[in-house]
């Protein structure tokens, strides 16, 4: 077997498992020799914002001088992204040898009677594998699902728990309502471990704090009030807040979206209840934040185009409270594409209920996930008075939307990660 066909085997996985994902995970961990335990942990939960959260944290570690592993999830463009040491990601060959290993372990245990491994199981079942043998200092983890039934919360004592904002996602599996989901994501506290929480609604944050003191856990809450923006244009934003040991301290983040500020202000914190002093230093927050690479968060990869994975209801809001700073009431051109497990009805209304658009183009995305034309074209007509072009592709729909923008006027992308991963590999990034 080769590389890339160990990528199309883990591909081919199935997403979810047919019986208790959560007990085959356990399974799989304990075939692979615990390798958690030998880990110091950070686990980021939410519905917006956690990849972010754990770059950002990645980042000042790794200038703090640590080793660092993380590990996120979609990948933009290879699978390789998503298990990274000290901000690269795991070459073809340690993918490979790591695969294997889980390979094994997965199969000894279909001896016993187990399902073999789903997707994000066998991935994180990787990251583990490759962080021990590593050695890396930290091991910065994504949830994939929620957090209580999660994959990666077979770790039992990492060093913090965070969860970001949170907004109603895969109700099907973690409740219809905002604090039943905030009770799912709520189950990576661990007695023991300090518990860090977003910014969110009242009704979130309430029973974030409920859980926490269920299990006997100092929350440590974020709050607007906690940062003030000193600076913003279309490259960065400048904000200050007051750090542990330092004082106030003031910060450059090399993107324009304004959530980038509290998922930043998130992960500083999560850094006041792990270092000491002398390492974190005002210069380890500033140049580790200014040297994170987070593509695809209202990233501008040419000037006047802008790429944004908001892929549900509170992330096109968050989206737009930065676009329309960026457009200040001038007319854009925007490129969508979606899934059909979000919310894209509203998602759709959104969009163009608040932003100008010139033109409006969309496409179907490459996986199974992907609207369709006729459902893309069914909800534009619904909600938009502009002519709307729906493509074959995204590739067409990008060239088309180059062709209708105007000299002055900004091309969002946005809708998914899988929309924006599509557009950087056309790109050749």
């Not at 960065?236 to 304004?258: C, E, M, Q, T």
């Not at 185009?305 to 960026?326: C, M, P, S, V, W």
Request: one cysteine or more; aromatic letters at 8%; proline letters at 3%.
């Amino acid at each position: 077997m080769t590389y890339r066909q160990a990528v199309e085997k883990v591909l081919s996985l199935p997403q979810f498992s047919k019986t208790d994902g959560f007990a085959n995970a356990r399974a799989l961990i304990k075939a692979l020799g615990e390798p958690q335990r030998q880990l110091k942990i950070i686990h980021v939960a939410g519905s917006n914002g956690k990849g972010s959260v754990c770059a950002f944290t990645a980042s000042m570690l790794r200038e703090a001088g640590f080793q660092v592993g993380l590990f996120t999830s979609p990948h933009l463009l290879e699978i390789t992204e998503r298990i990274q040491r000290n901000g690269r990601p795991i070459s073809q060959e340690d993918f490979f040898k790591v695969y294997e290993q889980v390979d094994k372990a997965a199969k000894e245990n279909q001896k016993q009677g187990l399902e073999y491994p789903n997707f994000s199981t066998f991935l994180f079942g990787m990251a583990l594998v490759y962080f021990k043998e590593q050695q890396v200092d930290y091991g910065v983890i994504e949830t994939g699902l929620g957090g209580r039934i999660d994959a990666t919360n077979v770790v039992e004592h990492p060093v913090a728990a965070a969860i970001t904002s949170i907004s109603l996602e895969h109700t099907q599996f973690l409740g219809d309502s905002l604090p039943q989901i905030a009770r799912e994501k709520a189950g990576i506290f661990k007695t023991g471990t300090p518990a860090l929480v977003g910014v969110n609604p009242l009704e979130v944050t309430e029973v974030l704090v409920q859980e926490a003191r269920r299990k006997n856990i100092e929350i440590i809450k974020i709050s607007e009030k906690d940062y003030e923006i000193c600076e913003k244009n279309h490259k960065h934003i400048d904000f200050s807040l007051n750090v542990k040991y330092y004082g106030y301290v003031r910060v450059s983040l090399p993107y324009s979206a304004l959530y980038q500020v509290e998922n930043a202000v998130l992960a500083i914190r999560i850094l006041e209840q792990l270092l000491a002093k002398e390492q974190l230093i005002p210069k380890v927050i500033q140049e580790g934040l200014h040297k994170t690479c987070w593509p695809a968060r209202m990233e501008q990869i040419k000037p006047g185009i802008y790429l944004d994975g908001a892929h549900n209801q509170d992330g096109i809001r968050a989206f737009l409270d930065t676009a329309k700073e960026l457009t200040d009431g001038h007319n854009c051109v925007l490129l969508f594409g979606a899934v059909k497990e979000k919310n894209y009805e509203k998602m759709i209304a959104d969009l163009t209920g608040t932003l100008r658009c010139s033109h409006i183009l969309a496409a179907p995305l490459h996986t199974p996930r992907s609207l369709t034309k006729e459902e893309l074209c069914l909800t534009f007509d619904k909600y938009a008075n502009n002519k709307i072009t729906i493509c074959d592709n995204t590739e067409e729909a990008f060239r088309k939307a180059l062709a209708q923008k105007g000299q002055e006027e900004i091309l969002f992308c946005v809708g998914s990660l899988y929309l924006a991963g599509e557009i950087k590999m056309m790109m050749g990034e």
